[in-house]
Each structure stands twice: as structure tokens, then as C-alpha cells.
């Protein structure tokens, strides 16, 4: 959400507040606190002409390795933009590399928190199938801003409507932005053909939805 201020608590504390002013279903909940290093940067929307603070976040040791996240988290911005017409809505945007987040990454409302194995890119060091797929992951999670926090789930069996949209909008984003539309298309059907299929077809196969529910 927004930071609306912050300040001394007793007992040395200090409070913070934050509000989001898009009433959404509370399934998704982050809180980080440590000592992070960031690095800072803006983005103006199309439009609105919004100034968005934009900030990504890793231990100190590994600032050096944010720029590709902060690159790519513009050209998402701008991307959604052009292609959809949908500009961010708030006034902050927060990316935190953490290495013992085990969902690989979350888009909590001006909070993403990745992995840093999702975030972190080095030129000395990272192939370039991995500057793609952090790319591929700045931008999914961003897109969910709409296709997932405001344009949000009715009830828990939403979650496969709400990912597979978006991952049909990072696959676009993707395959436009380096240019390889085709390939990106065959990497997706491979996928599909190695792994999907085979579910299907085997004594796990299931409805996306059921159809009924006991408890929940």
C-alpha cells in the first residue's frame, strides 16, 4: 500500500503505517524489517504523470547486483502501459531480495519479495538465459499489480485465473521486449508438452476448479 507516516513508539520502538486504498481480499501479507541496502530510482506514468518512488532492496553485499531488477521493473512499467494501457496506481513501488524466501517470489501490493536468485544479476558472472529470467520475474510480478491485486480473486479457486493471466502477460512482455516472440512461444509449448500434459493424463489429473467443497 502507501506509507502514510511513521514515528517513536515507546520502548525505543518506532510505528509505521500503511494503507491500501483498494479494498482487496487479505490473502497475501508482507512485512520486512533488517538492515538492507537499496537503490533508488523513479518512474513518471504515461497519463497520470504519477512520480513513482521505485526502490529494490538486498543485504548490503549484494546491491551491486539490483540494477537488472530496477531495468527491468521500468521497462515492465512501461510495457503494461503501452501494450494494456494500465499505469501503477500508487505513489511507491518496493522490490526485497531475501534468500530464505522459498516461494520464489510474491506479489504483495507495493511490496513484491523475491528470492535473490530471482533478483540478483551480475555482467561478470550470469548467463544470459538468467538476465531473462529475472526480467520474466520483475515483470510478472509487477503485472500482477492489476491482474491479481486489483482485478482480484473472488475466492481461493480464483488463484489459477488470476496466475494464469498474468503469466500469459509476462510471456508476452518477454518474448516483445527481447524480441524472440517465436522462440518464447516454442519454450511455452515444451513446457506444456514436458510436464502438463503428462499430469493430465496420469491418476493426478484434476479439474482447474472443482466443482464442490467440503470446508475450506
Not at 483498494?22 to 512520480?51: H, M, N, Q, W
Request: charged share 25%; glycine share 8%.
Amino acid at each position: 500500500g502507501e506509507g502514510e507516516g511513521e514515528g517513536p513508539a515507546r520502548r525505543k520502538r518506532k510505528f509505521a503505517v500503511w494503507s491500501d486504498p483498494f479494498p482487496k481480499p487479505s490473502y497475501l501479507f508482507a512485512i520486512v524489517a533488517g538492515d538492507l541496502g537499496c537503490i533508488e530510482d523513479s518512474y513518471t506514468t504515461k497519463t497520470d504523470r504519477r512520480k513513482v518512488r521505485l526502490r529494490v532492496y538486498s543485504e548490503h553485499a549484494n546491491v551491486g547486483k539490483l540494477q537488472h531488477a530496477m531495468d527491468s521493473l521500468k521497462r515492465a512499467m512501461k510495457w503494461d502501459e503501452d501494450t494494456f494501457g494500465l499505469e501503477y496506481d500508487l505513489d511507491i513501488f518496493n522490490i526485497v531480495a531475501v534468500d530464505s524466501f522459498n516461494m520464489g517470489a510474491m506479489e504483495n501490493k507495493s511490496l513484491n519479495i523475491f528470492n535473490t536468485s530471482c533478483v540478483l544479476a551480475d555482467p561478470v558472472t550470469t548467463s544470459d538465459a538468467t538476465y531473462q529470467r529475472v526480467e520474466g520475474i520483475i515483470g510478472h510480478e509487477y503485472f500482477h499489480n492489476w491482474t491479481g491485486n486489483r482485478v482480484t480473486c473472488r475466492d481461493w479457486f480464483q488463484l489459477t485465473l488470476k496466475e494464469g493471466l498474468t503469466v500469459f502477460r509476462d510471456q508476452q512482455f518477454s518474448g516483445q521486449i527481447n524480441d524472440c516472440r517465436a522462440v518464447k512461444r516454442i519454450e511455452n509449448v515444451l513446457v506444456v508438452r514436458g510436464s502438463q500434459f503428462n499430469e493430465d493424463d496420469g491418476p493426478m489429473s484434476h479439474p482447474i476448479r472443482p466443482d464442490s467443497y467440503i470446508a475450506m
